[in-house]
């Protein structure tokens, strides 16, 4: 059963900690999406790779945030510092390219920043 | 700009009533419409999905919805409500030329026996 993977599931950091988050998206999949879901702010696209190069993190803040792909069966999300304001679920997921197909997401990780 | 409205927060049924979940968009050409439904503590997982041809679109777990253009929606239906609908329901329009989706803020579902 293909899914996407994400660690850690639950994460509690204190304030001006590193923070780093994995994703492990379906193998033969291309693209790999970062997103941030909030009770304020819902779901927002933070960053989206297409054959491990990143296309777009204009939703990023960019001074504290940065996401890579190391390899094909890799991504990471990674704060730092990290903030209380960063508290939120990060979703990967992850899809084939092209505007129709669906995005498979993973179960979230949970960050309380303390 | 790409948009994507719910009107509806929260909605409230009886078990084995029907449902309805408001979607309205905006969009300068015909888009790719999406719902998605969320389980509390996992992911997304896709009902169902409109790119182009019949307007009236079938999903998963009894699901349907339906593209009017005229009306810039795209409204989720379901003819009976079963316990297990509980959920929250999002609907997302894809932009072309990107792999991008925009979602809505999301409906809250809650079933009542």
């Known amino acids: 059963d293909a899914r996407v993977t994400q660690t850690p599931r639950h994460k509690v950091t204190e304030m001006g900690q590193e923070v780093t988050m994995r994703c492990q998206p379906i193998?033969?999949?291309?693209?790999v999406f970062w997103y941030r879901q909030t009770m304020m702010q819902g779901l927002e696209l933070l960053a989206y790779f297409r054959n491990r190069a990143p296309l777009d993190d204009s939703g990023m803040p960019k001074d504290r945030f940065s996401a890579e792909m190391p390899d094909a069966t890799l991504a990471t999300l990674k704060i730092q510092p990290s903030e209380p304001r960063d508290s939120a679920v990060y979703f990967c997921?992850?899809?084939?390219?092209?505007?129709?197909?669906?995005?498979?997401f993973g179960q979230g990780t949970r960050l309380t920043v303390v | 700009a790409q948009s994507v409205t719910q009107p509806d927060i929260h909605i409230t049924v009886s078990e084995g009533a029907s449902l309805e979940l408001r979607c309205n968009y905006s969009y300068g050409a015909t888009p790719y419409l999406f719902w998605y439904v969320q389980s509390p503590g996992q992911g997304l997982q896709l009902l169902l999905k409109?790119?182009?041809?019949?307007?009236l679109v079938q999903g998963i777990k009894g699901f349907e919805a339906e593209f009017k253009r005229s009306q810039s929606s795209f409204n989720l239906r379901k003819p009976s409500v079963h316990w297990s609908d509980a959920a929250e329901y999002f609907c997302?329009?894809?932009?072309?030329?990107?792999?991008?989706?925009?979602f809505g803020t999301g409906t809250r579902l809650q079933v009542f026996p």
């Open positions: 409109y790119f182009s041809g019949d307007t």
């Open positions: 193998l033969g999949h291309n693209t």
């Open positions: 997921a992850s899809g084939l390219e092209g505007g129709n197909t669906e995005a498979f």
């Open positions: 997302a329009v894809g932009v072309k030329g990107t792999d991008k989706l925009i």
